[in-house]
């Protein structure tokens, strides 16, 4: 053993180990280190968006989104989460699309080829035509008189007080409705950009035999269908990891007692 304090010599020149071979470089392929540094190369993409402040319309509509989950709904708003489903809903907005009613460019079109009939002294007819009705007072008008045979409602209107007694008045007066999903999506059916309610007051004998159809699924689903309970009620992830580790407890305990 070398002295305290003191180097202990090299090993001589012939004893060190021999140095690995080096790889053959490939010169078609120069090495051509990033450097990350100011000035340098872009930084690698990373998924940033649990870092982005997102604008106050999303955090909004995500944070009514969990507290409607959280909270206790009654059953008049929980009422407009049971939406018609995907094949219903495409067929009754394809029956909708044929009641479609004139856009601004048709109307002009129209207003100018009657005053133009009047000019040379003929008749213009005024037949009213059928169409689709929109407008909530309109609606609740068309409702309380009986004249309206089917309802849409869309399940995002907000405020929600707009449209929530709706249901019941439909129910009341029996007039079949059902509840989709998008205002949006109405809106496109009356050249709006939204749509809180349509309703058909009359369809032609072609589309009587659809319709029908239709509105027997409605009065079975919404009119004549089970009472709506309250909903919410459900608990976040960390919530619900938090009773499952207090039942797991109690059930240990009561085992022991």
């Known amino acids: 053993m070398a002295p305290k304090g003191k180097k202990v010599a090299a090993a001589p020149a012939a004893v060190k180990k021999a140095a690995a071979p080096a790889k053959p470089v490939n010169p078609l392929y120069e090495k051509r280190p990033k450097t990350f540094g100011i000035g340098g190369d872009l930084p690698v993409k990373k998924d940033m968006r649990r870092f982005v402040k997102w604008p106050k319309y999303v955090r909004i509509q995500r944070q009514r989104r969990v507290l409607n989950q959280r909270l206790k ?3 008049a708003l929980n009422r407009f989460t049971r939406t018609l489903d995907k094949n219903m809903a495409e067929s009754l907005f394809k029956l909708l699309m044929k009641y479609r009613p004139e856009d601004k460019a048709a109307k002009k079109e129209r207003l100018l080829a009657a005053a133009a009939a009047r000019e040379a002294g003929q008749e213009v007819e005024a037949k009213k035509p059928v169409v689709v009705k929109y407008g909530i007072n309109h609606i609740t008008q068309l ?4 004249k309206a045979q089917c309802v849409v409602i869309a399940h995002d209107v907000d405020p929600i007080e707009i449209v929530v007694w709706l249901p019941a008045l439909c129910k009341k007066m029996g007039v079949p409705y059902c509840i989709v999903k998008g205002k949006a999506r109405l809106g496109t059916v009356v ?9 058909l007051t009359a369809v032609k004998n072609e589309d009587q035999r659809e319709f029908a159809k239709l509105v027997e699924s409605f009065k079975a689903m919404y009119n004549d269908g089970p009472r709506v309970s309250w909903g919410g009620g459900i608990m976040g992830p960390k919530s619900q990891a938090a009773m499952k580790k207090r039942e797991r407890a109690l059930a240990k305990d009561a085992r022991v007692a």
């Not at 050249?191 to 309703?199: D, G, I, S």
């Open 191 to 199: 050249h709006k950009k939204t749509a809180t309610a349509l309703a």
């Open 143 to 146: 409702v309380e008189s009986g």
């Open 73 to 75: 709904v009654p059953p």
